[in-house]
């Protein structure tokens, strides 16, 4: 298991542990240096990058052909000959000088040797004929590798930069332990049958076209999904006292330059040219409600001021790096600033938990809570930072969750809280945020006259809940495996008639819950059978079906029965329809009509 890497057990080849999540990284990038050599004997080529991530690992390499499904065997055989070798991994401390030597053949190496590597010595790792650039630290050696699987491939470029050269990207995963590799891939099967994409598009939800490739077309009854959550959110809004606003969608490049993120963003925005100026697409919306803040004086008695906005935002992913509703390049999101007062932020964060406890508690979601702290490249003073964070440690103390902190990995303007959730199969997803920013206003010189009659400068809190709409709408659909829970159902009823003379009452019955705004449709079908409409209706994953005919007509009522095939039984129509609203206002997970 991962934990014979854990601290204070079996030591790692360079003397230093691992804590059981550093124990998987420490594998899984021990792997990565198996598959690189493996690489290197398959193809020869240029190896970059080759890291640990979440999942397992992946190695960059440059060459002229490109890998295809094909090679994965051939590359699993290298990797597990490797592994018999139990070969071991031995650190070396190497002059700069000696590796510039060493890594002439490989420009991208020298690269990174140039750029990266500030003192006049570093470590590198030998397994077997391999040497790669390394900090360690690793397994002892490869035999500890018990279970391993080339997974996919794909195209990238060279840091990131759609600018520099393309490279060939093999990602891979490995295990300690052969039952953990069945393990996974049983996992993986499940993940399969949940793949939003693959439900998106057997339910006609929503679908990508390579003519705008990262921004997701929504068919009808996904973009109920879309408006229900877009709805439910703007509801919370009402209640939390925010205001929504709408802003533009385009800014002149100089709002990006004032904001800072012309110089940190910039080649991940869309930019174009208007009338000879440099205008961009915003991939996010703080500086225009910067912009909104300052365009009059502001008094003390405005603040909190609470502005949400679900503007269209963009940002310019690599290709390569799309993946259905998870990562697009068109997107939109419960995206909110709170422009406060220092002394309120204690409140306000408090309150944006509260909010993201109420969200996550419907969905169903459990959530970690980790303080990202003052990083080591930050702006602004020591005084003002340990203040804020402070009264966020405070606020969450308050807030009664279990958190941890995350050392250094505050935003450059802030500290922030990163919000974990975990779906139905313990995956993890980044959604929500909620961020201090002491810089933006200082950007924007955004003022507010305080009761004392002088100018004082607010603070902003950034915050999302669901976060991206496109990317929770893909969460949700394999989180719920595309059953979804009636309050948020683009299939909630499917009223069946027994017969061609009933299909009037029938749709009677449709015209009353459309009425109260109920998703509904009928199946007037003539050629089908009664059994084959109900059935097409639970694989469609209608939560109810009414089955109507003489009987019920007569009586004014219908026959209830659920997807599942479990039989509700008789009700009049009126009776229903108010346990239905009933059902769908109180936003639960269980279809229940009692």
């Known amino acids: 298991m991962f ?5 204070g057990s079996q030591p790692l080849s360079s003397g230093i542990n691992a804590e059981y999540g550093e124990g998987k990284e420490v594998f899984w990038h021990s792997t990565a240096h198996v598959l690189g050599e493996a690489m290197e004997r398959k193809y020869g080529g240029c190896l970059c990058y080759g890291p640990p991530i979440e999942g397992g690992f992946y190695y960059d390499i440059s060459m002229e052909q490109s890998v295809c499904e094909g090679d994965y065997s051939g590359l699993e055989t290298i990797m597990k000959n490797i592994v018999k070798e139990k070969q071991p991994f031995q650190r070396l401390v190497m002059t700069k000088e000696d590796l510039l030597e060493m890594f002439k053949y490989n420009e991208f190496k020298v690269r990174i040797i140039n750029n990266k590597i500030t003192t006049p010595t570093t470590t590198v790792y030998r397994c077997g004929p391999l040497i790669d650039l390394c900090r360690g630290p690793h397994v002892r050696n490869t035999g500890k590798i018990k279970a391993l699987k080339v997974t996919k491939n794909s195209a990238t470029y060279w840091e990131g930069n759609s600018e520099a050269e393309s490279l060939q990207r093999v990602y891979g995963i490995s295990f300690p332990d052969n039952k953990l590799m069945k393990e996974w891939k049983v996992f993986q099967e499940e993940a399969a049958k949940r793949d939003h994409r693959k439900i998106g598009l057997q ?5 990508f ?3 705008s490739a990262g921004s997701c077309f929504w068919l009808p009854k996904g973009t109920i999904i879309f408006n229900t959550l877009q709805k439910w959110i703007q509801d919370e809004y009402h209640k939390r006292g925010f205001t929504e606003v709408i802003t ?4 002149n490049t100089k709002l990006w330059e004032r904001s800072g993120h012309w110089q940190h963003y910039a080649e991940n925005m869309f930019s174009f040219d208007v009338e000879k100026e440099k205008y961009a697409l915003k991939p996010m919306n703080c500086p225009g409600h910067c912009i909104l803040f300052g365009h009059r004086p502001r008094s003390w008695r405005e603040l909190p001021l609470r502005l949400a906005d ?5 940002r310019n992913e690599l290709s390569g790096a799309l993946s259905g509703l998870t990562r697009v390049r068109r997107f939109q999101q419960d995206d909110a600033h709170i422009f406060c007062a220092p002394d309120q932020i204690v409140d306000e964060i408090r309150g944006c938990l509260d909010f993201l406890r109420a969200v996550y508690g419907i969905l169903g979601f459990t959530y970690g809570l980790k303080l990202s702290t003052r990083p080591e490249k930050y702006l602004g003073e020591i005084e003002v930072w340990d203040d804020a964070e402070a009264r966020l440690k405070k606020a969450l103390d308050e807030f009664g969750e279990p958190w941890e902190v995350n050392p250094g990995d505050g935003a450059f303007y802030g500290p922030k809280i990163d919000i974990t959730v975990k779906d139905a199969l313990r995956r993890s997803h980044q959604c929500a945020t909620i961020q201090l920013d002491f810089q933006l206003p200082i950007r924007f010189n955004l003022l507010y006259n305080a009761p004392d009659g002088t100018e004082k400068r607010p603070v902003i809190v950034h915050r999302a809940v669901v976060g991206s709409l496109e990317r929770m709408t893909g969460v949700l659909t394999e989180h719920f495996a595309g059953k979804w829970p009636f309050w948020l159902s683009p299939r909630q009823v499917m009223i069946v008639p027994v017969m061609p003379m009933f299909n009037d009452y029938a749709c009677q019955i449709r015209d009353k819950l459309h009425n109260q705004h109920i998703v509904v449709d009928t199946d007037l079908d003539d050629g089908a059978t009664l059994n084959k409409k109900v059935r ?5 994953q209608y939560n109810f079906i009414f089955v109507v005919g003489e009987k019920e007509q007569a009586s004014g009522t219908v026959n209830v029965r659920t997807r599942d095939n ?24 269980v ?4």
């Open 3 to 7: 934990h014979q890497y854990k601290r």
């Open 203 to 207: 339910q006609e939800l929503f679908f």
């Open 209 to 211: 076209n390579e003519l």
């Open 248 to 251: 533009p969608n385009m800014y």
């Open 310 to 314: 679900f503007g269209v935002l963009h």
């Open 536 to 540: 097409n209706a639970q694989l469609a």
């Open 566 to 589: 479990v039989v509700h039984g008789e009700f009049t129509v009126e009776n229903v329809t108010e346990k239905l609203v009933k059902l769908r206002d109180s936003k639960s997970n």
């Open 591 to 594: 279809d229940n009509l009692e």
